[in-house]
């Protein structure tokens, strides 16, 4: 059973735009949830994270917002870059990480 | 370079052979992961060790998948009798205390496994 979802496998966005990227989960018990970005022959690293206690966090171009009632997230990129072209994971915290499937961002330039 | 080292980067082998891999985590860091990827997968946990003790290990994949890390410092994650299911790349993430859920989880950049 999956318990994080991302139900978009890729998305392509034009340069300047606004980038939304998708996640729906499953256990309440998830108390902080993330989003990681992955280039190719690259391990993912880290982008943003949201506690459960918050609806919304904001890290200059990059939102996270979080809808508990919902158990649904997503995460926002304004303006969107070429450079942000990338594999996207969100990730929900117990005492692991339990990832989604990943959405492939194209942003044309 | 002091980030999570993985080696080999790249294994090949015949169906049947054993593979271990190799994960030198940030030094300091207590806490080390294991993950698996398959193509168009998001990373899935197989195991965690905090300090050398193995505090998770019912998620790894079958009796074939065995993972030690004896000093509390590097770890290993051995494969036997490989099947061509096994190929995939596996993660190793590394991090301090509990800090997971701050997104403190350093990702070496894996190792990809091929069994013909």
């Known amino acids: 059973d999956q318990q994080v979802k991302q139900n978009s496998p890729s998305l392509s966005v034009q340069e300047g735009r606004i980038s939304i990227l998708n996640c729906d989960y499953t256990?309440?018990?998830?108390?902080?949830f993330l989003w990681y970005k992955k280039y190719p022959a690259e391990g993912p690293t880290f982008l943003i994270s949201i506690s459960s206690i918050k609806d919304k966090n904001e890290d200059g171009r990059f939102t996270v917002f979080l809808n508990k009632s919902a158990k649904h997230l997503s995460l926002h990129i304004v303006p969107s870059q070429p450079g942000d072209s990338a594999v996207y994971f969100c990730?929900?915290?117990?005492?692991?990480?339990?990832f989604g499937g990943g959405t492939r961002l194209m942003v044309k330039p | 370079d002091t980030g999570v080292s993985q080696d080999p980067r790249h294994k090949i082998t015949k169906r049947g052979q054993n593979v271990t891999f190799r994960c030198d985590p940030i030094s300091e860091h207590n806490r080390l992961y294991w993950y698996r990827q398959t193509l168009g997968q998001g990373p899935e946990f197989l195991t965690y060790f905090q300090n050398e003790a193995q505090l998770e290990k019912s998620r790894l994949l079958s009796d074939r998948f065995s993972a030690e890390r004896p000093k509390g410092s590097f770890s290993t994650l051995e494969i036997q009798r490989t099947e061509q299911g096994d190929s995939a790349m596996y993660l190793c993430?590394?991090?301090?205390?509990?800090?997971?859920?701050?997104?403190?989880?350093?990702f070496g950049e894996g190792s990809r496994l091929t069994v013909l």
């Open positions: 256990n309440s018990m998830f108390d902080y």
């Open positions: 993430a590394s991090t301090r205390g509990t800090q997971v859920n701050t997104g403190e989880l350093f």
């Open positions: 990730a929900c915290a117990g005492n692991m990480l339990t």
